[in-house]
């Protein structure tokens, strides 16, 4: 299928690797020109010439942490005219851990990080997408939103703040040809799923494969997921087709979420 957006211009956050890389492949496989940003500048430049290699589109790297001011700042001027026609939000996750021991501080790195950078973003770049009357933003959050995990309490909390902003503005805008939508991921194999089968290891005293077979046998599908169907879900929802998609919230997780709807 023609998604019916080559020639845009995007900007991917957090995307030298794992999920967010696979959104930047994905649409550059489209024929979309990238952006895409994350802190470590060798592994993000390497990122950057393989996908443009591989797809013939224009990638330019920008090594900032995203989730501060000054990151996005240093992004943003990246951009052509400083606008984008599609925008995907993203950036590490907030780590484990219990709930009470979660300081202010914590909560408001993780707010900040996963729920004020994704705004920020937004209000930087949908205004310029409604003048044009075209514009596609992907958030990816995570499937914590919809079915909480205890231990990820800071992302919970973060990612649910999000979703209910997007799910307010992305009506009020729904007419301009702006579509919103966010993404979540339920287990996929990236380094962040190294991450946490290493903490569920530690916590539960066993190695680390124990802790990977334990959360892939709670999975319907019995795997993790691959972080390239991830971005191909993302590229879909940033495509023409998606023109009728408004503030969903599309679970990628295996089936693990347990509703009729
Ligand atoms: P990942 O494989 O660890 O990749 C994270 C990417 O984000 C890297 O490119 C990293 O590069 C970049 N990054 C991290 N913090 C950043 C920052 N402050 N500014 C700019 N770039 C930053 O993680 P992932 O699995 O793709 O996860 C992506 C998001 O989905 C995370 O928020 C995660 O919590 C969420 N999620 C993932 C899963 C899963 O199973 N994988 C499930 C649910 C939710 P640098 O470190 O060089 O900056």
Redo the contacts with the bound molecule.
Sequence with gaps: MDMGIKGKRALV?????????ACAEALAAEGVNLVI????QE??EATAKEIADRHGVEVIPVA????TPE?REKVLAALEGGQADILVN????PPPGNWQDWSRDDFIRAID??MLTAIALMQALVPGMMERGWGRVVN?T???VRSPIAQLGL?NTARTGLTGFVAGMSRQIAGSGVCVNNLL????D????VS?DTAASKAQGISIDEARAKRQASIPTGV??R?EDFGAACAFMCSEHARFMIGQNVMLDGGIYNSTM
Excluded: F
């Design positions: 956050c957090a995307a030298s690797k794992g999920l967010g890389r940003n994350a802190r470590t592994t993000l900032a942490d995203i989730t990151g993203n950036a590490g996750g990080a996963n990816i995570s499937a914590a992302s991921p339920g287990m996929h990236t380094d962040r799923a946490l993790y997921g972080p």
